[in-house]
């Protein structure tokens, strides 16, 4: 269920809904970061990913949200993301695996709630937002997202989307 304060609001179409070869949306969302990631020297590997059925613009920009938040939630080092997938349950299981700072598991599930920052924006810019969107966007696609992370760390960033396109929205989403 999305809000008026939900990034991801923006009303998505069945004919929106197309197959995403190899899933371009996650090299799309790349592309799109060009420049965060020759600043921070990031490093952004993929393994080979699978077809799925969803909104490329949506897709993308789940994608571009954990990425650059790898990018942004850094340590010292150059970040390392990394991007897999396996099938599960009828599910795709895709993982974003960073070397940033992590998080704290008391917080695992407060970083998708919208508008809550675990640090201040003078420090970490941004709304509070991306994760918040990046729930929503999963949720439409008709699959669940959650990170695994300890403080210092790294995180891990879990989300599936469904195999088979019967299980991905079909209607008009508000």
């Known amino acids: 269920m999305t809000s008026p304060t939900d990034p991801a609001a923006a009303p998505a179409q069945a004919e929106d809904i197309s197959q995403l070869k190899r899933i371009e949306a996650a090299r799309q969302s790349l ?9 921070n020297a990031a490093e952004v590997t993929f393994d080979p990913l699978p077809t799925v059925h969803g909104n490329a613009s ?8 954990l990425i650059e938040n790898a990018i942004k939630f850094r340590r010292d080092e150059p970040p390392r993301i990394h991007v897999s997938t396996r099938e599960q349950d009828g599910f795709w299981r ?53 990170v695994e992370s300890e403080k210092g760390a790294g995180s891990v960033f879990y989300f599936t989307l469904p195999c088979q396109p019967s299980k991905a929205p079909t209607a008009e989403i508000r």
Do not use: M
Request: net charge negative; aromatic share 8%; proline share 3%.
């Open 94 to 146: 895709f993982s974003v695996r960073d070397n940033g700072i992590g998080i704290d598991a008391k917080y695992h599930e407060q970083v998708f709630v919208p508008l809550q920052r675990l640090h201040s924006e003078s420090v970490f810019p941004g709304t509070g937002l991306g994760l918040t969107a990046c729930r929503s966007i999963v949720e439409l696609h008709g699959g669940t997202i959650w």
């Open 31 to 39: 592309a799109d970061l060009h420049a965060a990631v020759e600043q």
């Open 58 to 65: 949506l897709l993308s920009r789940l994608f571009q949200n």
